[in-house]
């Protein structure tokens, strides 16, 4: 199923070069590239960290919500939620560092919509 999406793409993107002649030329952008970059350095830690984030907590008789809270839940809840949230931060700071202007942009959005939530 997931080669559908990726060949309708395609597809459009093929298209779309006859109105728009151009068009082939963002695989030559600078920011393309660093992006690129930095979602390869992201999935890369993901890949590596994701292994490594085990929490066993103590297991005994639980109901409720603490079933919940076993220790396989919560190792699987911090198996996903640890290694997205350092491979996100390595994205934002690199983009950060190298200037991505959508990333500019990004960033003063959030900073003003968390000042109008401030006050």
Known sequence: SSLVPL???????????????????????????????????????????????????????????GAILSSSNVSLFLQIIVPSLIGAAIFFIGARLWRIPEMQIVTSITKSKLDKFKK
């Open 7 to 65: 060949s309708s793409t395609l597809l459009y993107f093929l298209y779309l070069r006859r109105y728009l002649p151009r068009l082939g030329t963002i695989w030559r952008q600078f920011i393309f590239i660093k992006i690129t970059a930095l979602t390869t350095i992201m999935g890369i830690i993901v890949y590596f960290i994701f292994p490594r984030v085990i929490l066993p907590l103590p297991e005994g008789e639980l109901e409720g919500v």
